[in-house]
């Protein structure tokens, strides 16, 4: 990370980072309404940098074709997540971008351990994969209900007190052992107030385009919110690591949730720092044969290098050169000038 816009980034984050090791308390540490210091009328230019920024390194992920990326959402219903990850990733290109949202488990994967359906979505190196929830519902909704724990079928001598722990135990050594390969995992919650949550069930009561994102079930589930405010908490404090820690990313104010999970996930994609491919000796002789075969074969009076003709392309020396490089048929005849114009233009 060498140029000032990395240093922007950290400094956005900074604060909504979880310290590994430290103890939360999600209510009392982390306030959903925090903007730091920024106003919406800004947001809506710091997220197309961060839309911008995203692409740019997304483009270059891909062509190192080392690196993947995991980005785990959190949050409680009404959270943003889906807004987030619409607006987020506007941008770059989706042929390198895969989102898995996770339901109810299906018989299949509940024959199998509770890792082995989020590890079959796992990205590919190149690409980003994002988890719209995650493995974490493995210590949140099957902690909050038990019975869902039991339809899991676990031999009895693991259901003890202590499942929990080792539940976190298990899910930072995976962690550990994706990030140990070259699998960047990057974790957000989205951190909603009680309060803000009721005003968008209200809406989606109110509005009726909105009717179909509401379920009886999101009023069932916010009895619960102690409890899953409890249980989120026990999350952060045992699972934010120094290789994959947590982001508490405020949610109440949509745009400026938006900013900081693009903000996280390009502070990532600027530690990796992914690099175009150099071309080896063998490779850039082709690439000659290949450019004399196509300049060749240029129409009378047009250029030998089209784009070259339109911008200043240096040469492999560092050179830079002109537009009228290799163009076939005389000046006189509309070739390219020096400026890289054709006359006329």
Request: hydrophobic content about 35%.
């Amino acid at each position: 990370m060498t140029d000032d816009r990395a240093e922007r980034v950290a400094r956005l984050i900074a604060p909504l980072r979880v310290e590994p090791g430290s103890r939360v308390n999600l209510g009392k540490d982390f306030d959903p309404r925090y903007k730091g210091g920024l106003k919406k009328k800004h947001g809506v230019e710091l997220l197309r940098t961060g839309v911008s920024l995203l692409a740019e390194y997304q483009e270059r992920l891909a062509a190192q074709d080392t690196y993947g990326v995991l980005l785990c959402l959190q949050a409680l219903d009404a959270g943003g997540k889906d807004g987030t990850i619409r607006h987020v990733m506007s941008g770059v290109n989706p042929q390198g971008v895969k989102v898995s949202s996770f339901k109810q488990p299906s018989t299949e994967e509940l024959d199998h351990d509770y890792l082995w359906r989020y590890a079959a979505r796992l990205p590919v190196r190149g690409d980003i994969a994002i988890f719209n929830r995650s493995h974490y519902e493995e210590v949140l909704v099957v902690r909050v209900h038990p019975e869902v724990l039991e339809r899991q079928r676990l031999p009895k001598d693991v259901r003890g007190p202590d499942i929990w722990d080792r539940r976190y135990r298990a899910i930072n050594d995976w962690e550990r052992y994706l990030t140990d390969n070259g699998f960047k995992v990057v974790k957000v919650f989205l951190n909603l107030s009680k309060e803000e949550q009721r005003t968008r069930f209200m809406k989606r009561l109110d509005v009726p385009e909105r009717n179909w994102k509401f379920s009886a079930a999101d009023v069932r589930e916010r009895r619960r919110w102690d409890e899953y405010q409890h249980a989120f908490s026990e999350m952060l404090t045992h699972t934010s690591t120094p290789w994959a820690p947590w982001y508490v990313v405020p949610a109440d104010r949509k745009w400026f949730a938006r900013i900081s999970t693009a903000a996280v996930l390009v502070h990532t994609l600027m530690d990796i720092d992914p690099a175009f491919p150099v071309l080896g000796k063998e490779a850039r002789k082709d690439l000659r044969a290949a450019r004399r075969e196509l300049e060749a074969d240029a129409p009378k009076g047009a250029p030998a290098d089209p784009y070259a003709a339109r911008h200043r392309v240096p040469e492999a020396g560092g050179k830079e050169r002109s537009g009228g490089h290799g163009v076939r048929g005389s000046k006189a005849s509309g070739g390219a000038s020096r400026t890289g114009k054709r006359k006329g233009e």
